[in-house]
Structures are given as C-alpha cells and as structure tokens.
C-alpha cells in the first residue's frame, strides 16, 4: 500500500493505527470508545435535525450546492446517526468511562489481546499506532507534513483548515494530501542526499526536477484522468447538468487544493492540474480498505462458549452487546492506493484478483493468481463485478474512460 486512510465517519466506530489499521488498545476501549462516541453523537443529532431538515427547497433539475456536494461526502455521517436514534443507550456513563480507562475487564477479553496505543510523535490526538515502528514510518512518510499537534513544524492553524474542508466535503482529499505529501518528503530526502553526493544543486534546475520526478514515480503509476472528468455522474443528476457538476466538482478541488497549499507547500509544487489527477488517480483506482473487528470476534466467542460458561460472561456482556445494537461489529472501513495493483489493466475474464483475506488483520492487500499463469502473459484484474451482462460491464467501465476490448468482450459482441 502507497497511502491509505480511515473514512472519517468510521473514526468514531473503531479505533485502528493510522498507518497499518489494526485495531489498538483492547476490546474494552473498542466497545467503550464506540458507547461513548455514539451517545454523544446522538445528542449532537438532536440538535442539527432541525438545521438540516430546512435546506431542501430546491428545484428539481437545479443543481444546488447542497445537492452537488452531497453526492461526494461524508453525510453518510448523518443517515448512520438517524439510524441509531431508537436505540437508548442504557449504559450508565461510569461504566462507560471505566470500560475506556481499563478499570473494568470483560470476561475472556484476555484472549483477544490488541497492541497497546503509541501515540502520534508530533503530539496530535488525531493520529494513534499500534507500534513505535508504525508511528515512526509515518511520520516519516506522510505525517510530519500533516501533523496539527505542537511538536510538529507544519502550519497547524492551516492544516486544521484543510481537514476541516474534507470532512465536510470529501475525505478522498485527506487521502491526495497524504500523496502529496509522500511526494515532498520523499523528494526532499533525495534532494538532501543528492546534495553530499554532488554539492551543487541551485534551485529548481535540472537535476532538481529529475529528483522531483523520481519521488513522484511510485504515485505517477497511477496517474489516468483528472477527478472532475471522470468521477461517475450520480444517477440522480440529469446529463443536462453534467457540465455545471463537474464544474462544482472542480471547484472544490480548487478550495482544498489552495487550504492544503497553505498548509504545507511554500512553493506551487502542485497546480490544481496535478492535484486534480491525483484525486482522480484514487476515484480510479482506489480499493477498499476493510479491516475485520476483533469485537466481533469477542462476541462470536462468548456466544460460543459452553452453556454455564456462556451464561455467566454473558450476564456482563450482554448490555454492552445491547446498547452497540446490530452493527457491533463494524469493520475498518477506508480507501486506499496499491500502486502494485493499480497498474494492473482490467479484463472481463481475469487471470488475477485483488483482495483481502479474511485472517487480515491490518491494511494489506494480496494479489492471487484465479488461474496459471504463463510467463510474459499480463496479469489482469477485473475493476468491477466480471458476472454482469456485457452492456452493463461496459457501461461501469465508459467511467474509467475505456471501452473494454478483453477476450470475453470481444466474443460477446
Ligand atoms: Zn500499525
Ligand atoms: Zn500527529
Ligand atoms: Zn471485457
């Protein structure tokens, strides 16, 4: 994986490292953090339902700014909170906190030990690891540059304000801000060696530029189309207003590509251009990030155990089960670039697949063989579900901005 991040909105549902996503601390804090959180967040619902319920006055074929903007956010925030408004969180706030504080143990936790919690070097609460050698490897890699806590050189004030951007509008933006930031690190580290090697490098002159483009390599790999020209019409936009949505869609990316200027760059490393195909490098080729919950695992366990057993954990456990309601067990959910996997081309009959294996723990992905191999033969992956009828595979496939001329396509003619 070159870069990948949590979805915001699944912050609040489980708390995983940031740099390899396994989940941290134990199973009480995962079960505590999450009652907790959501009962804040209810209240929080409470108090915006009549904000937001105001806002939708709009003519139908009228592309509003609140329309537009809701295709590509997180207001999937919003609906998730509707959804638990029924449910009365019963759990006594004591008991809440001592399940976080680790004052009180759940029976059998013990067997599902979780790493403990390293926090982010630069001091910020955002960002938490699993190790000393995750936290390590990230700030080296993205996080020096993105920091916002008080051991970190970046501008706090302004990185904040382009998080803030994000959230409300797209975290595939926090994602491009981490690339972008690979790319100066990574650049600047080439530069500084290059400097021993040979004691002469003035400004941004040739040699300075070929360094550029060596650190940008591993992301160009995936470089296709800028964002606004190929992100997918939702259906509930009519071709007549395609123009004014990517237009929108452009200016957002204007917005947050000038709040992360000012946040990390003193120089225009990045024009709107490049930034532009950066996001659309993720829209194209991103993969799932989705990491199992040991919470669930906890619970399959005690739900497992023999019958006098199970009845005696379960007399402690059940009200937590109860208050997390039938989602206790969401997963790590997030996006992420395999440049590995994102150079692969698609075929409707494909000789590999991209995925993840159930026993992952963390946010690696595995490439397998579907079937031999030959050697020099390309291997190639299928970018949607390869069962679907011929029309409907190329109609997916018009929004990676290729007609697919696989075996398979060309027989089915
Ligand atoms: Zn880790
Ligand atoms: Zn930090
Ligand atoms: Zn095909």
Redesign the pocket.
Known sequence: MLVGAQHSSNKLDCLVCSHCFCYIGSIELQIGRRLYLQALRLSRHKETTFESSSDHSEEDCQVSDEDNNSHVTNLDKLQSASSDTNEINLIPKEIIESLMNGGLALPYSKQFPLPSIIPCPGGCEEEHYCSKLCAEADWDLYHSLLCTGKGSSSHTEAVLKFIEHANATNDIFLLAAKAIAFTILKYRKLKSTNLIDQKRVNGMDDSSFSLLMEAWKPISMGFKKRWWDCIALPDDIDSCNEESFRMQIKELAFTSVQLLREAIFDKELFSLDIYGHIIGMFELNNLDLVVASPVEDYFIHIDDLPCLQKEEAEKVTRPFLDALGDDYSVCCQGTAFFPLQSCMN????PNAKAFKRDEDRDGQATIVAVRPIRKGEEITISYID?ELSYEE??AL?ADYGFR???????EQV
């Open positions: 698609h075929s409707c009959c390869e595979r190329q496939l697919c001329q696989c075996k398979r396509c060309i």
